[in-house]
């Protein structure tokens, strides 16, 4: 019997599927901000307790990955797996190694069981964020940097400094800001750090500073200072693209030459690591007391997602708190549905339940005029209307990116590469 040939198709050039194209053009990370807001404060507790169980579920899942690839990692005497360079040392598993993982494993079925009930409740128990929520806050955020930054410039620029400090952010006119009903109930906002005094330190004081520092919390240092050095010195031009590339560190004499250099009226100013700590602070303190209220509102209204109107309305109610307001009638004609027509068709309805015979609706809806009266709230200007605004229609250039995103997406789809298939000769 003779074999069947098989013919070599030629393969096709594989199509990879697009990648994700990036629709938000914040500056702060989106994804760092989720971390820090979405999962530690808003969902901390339900966060912190399902790692517990996971931890304590994470020995037993490792022991049934032994069991089905037949091998585990060796262990020294005191019970920890020996390594060998960058490896785990891996050794088959015994007959009586492998009943003792499966008795250990059953034993334990029962409270994995209840582990994993307690960790389907939690999730389900803890609060959902629609997309544009982490990019309207992150577009908040660096408001508060940047006008913080401008500020303390133009205060570090009238003192004839070029070093930022935290004595210039609150320098008058800070609480003239728009961002300045966020911040100024902080702690580290109402009780600010006092300036470092230079002094010659000792070798045991250098350690104990360098511990100090690895312990700080620094979690949007890079991006506060990468939005102070766009604010000292604007991005240059490089063959009509924008750049933070200097003249002085472009690569080569053609490049220099085809560069825009941009000097913005506070250049060579730089922020202090203090400076830059203190604002870090700041952001982390107004995430933290945004938590409770965006969960009190969300208790409040009974649901448990959070979307960009919810973020911008709590945060609204915070700028607008102490703010002078005046309320005024707004007088309006509005047509509605005639009462006495509605009360009728409702009657006629049940008359014709009651002799089993069909009902037909009027095709009209009689309709007649009234008099409504609005109250209407009017709050003193204090430029945060034209902040939400502006993240608004950021909001809005967002989604019609992802949306032209998701098209491009479908556009292109994935094509698998040709399969050699036999035929028959």
């Known amino acids: 019997m003779e074999t069947p040939k098989t013919e070599q198709v030629e393969k ?19 994804a760092r901000v989720r971390s820090l807001f979405e999962k530690e404060y808003v969902n901390g507790a339900a966060t912190n307790k399902i790692k517990e169980l996971k931890s304590e579920l994470a020995p037993y899942v490792k022991e049934e990955k032994f069991l089905k690839d037949g091998k585990e990692e060796q262990l020294d005497p005191s ?18 190694r492998r009943k003792e993982l499966e008795e250990h494993i059953a034993k334990f079925k029962t409270r994995r069981d209840a582990i994993e009930k307690e960790m389907s409740a939690l999730s389900a128990s803890r ?3 629609s997309d544009g929520v982490s990019v309207a806050l992150c577009h908040l955020l660096e408001d508060v940097v940047t006008q913080l930054v401008e500020h303390s410039m133009n205060a570090c620029k009238k003192g004839d400094k070029k070093i930022v400090s935290v004595e210039h952010m609150h320098a008058d006119g800070a609480n003239k800001l728009a961002v300045f009903p966020l911040i100024k109930s902080l702690p580290s906002w109402v009780n600010p750090p006092a ?7 000792t070798e045991g004081e250098k350690k104990e500073k360098a511990a100090k520092k690895a312990e700080s919390t620094n979690s949007f240092g ?3 200072a990468h939005i102070a050095r766009e604010i000292a ?16 560190n472009a690569k080569s004499e053609d490049v220099r030459r085809r560069v825009t250099k941009t000097d913005g009226p506070f250049h060579g100013m730089r922020i202090s690591s203090q400076a830059k700590q203190y604002i870090d602070q700041l ?26 109107q919810t973020l911008i309305q709590v945060i609204k109610s915070i700028c607008l708190d102490g703010v002078k307001s005046a309320e005024s009638l707004v007088y309006k004609t509005v047509k509605v549905a005639d009462p006495e027509f509605l009360k009728a ?3 006629r309805k049940a008359l014709a339940k009651t002799e089993g015979k069909p009902f037909e609706a009027a095709k009209e809806v009689k309709e007649i005029e009234v008099l409504q009266v609005e109250k209407v709230l009017k709050f003193e200007d204090t430029g945060f209307d034209a902040l939400l605004n502006n993240i608004n229609e950021k909001l809005k250039a967002f989604h019609e990116k992802k949306v032209e995103a998701e098209k491009q997406k479908a556009e292109k789809p994935v094509t698998q590469p040709a399969v050699t298939e036999p035929v028959k000769a």
């Not at 096709?12 to 990370?29: L, Y």
């Not at 300036?195 to 330190?201: E, F, I, L, N, Y």
């Not at 938590?291 to 448990?304: A, D, E, F, N, T």
């Open 222 to 224: 890079y991006y506060i």
């Open 12 to 30: 096709q050039p594989e199509v990879k599927a697009p990648k994700d194209v990036v629709v938000d053009d914040t500056k702060i990370s989106t």
């Open 195 to 201: 300036a470092p005094v230079k002094q010659p330190k």
């Open 127 to 129: 609060i959902r964020f």
């Open 345 to 347: 068709e409702k009657t």
């Open 233 to 248: 010195q604007p991005p240059v031009i490089v063959d009509g693209k924008y750049s933070f590339t200097t003249v002085k």
């Open 283 to 308: 952001l982390l303190e107004f995430l933290q007391r945004l938590s409770p209220l965006i969960q009190l509102h969300l208790q409040s209204v009974k649901v448990k997602t959070v979307s960009e």
């Open 79 to 96: 019970g920890k797996p020996i390594v060998d360079g960058k490896n785990f040392v891996i050794i088959p598993l015994t007959e009586q």
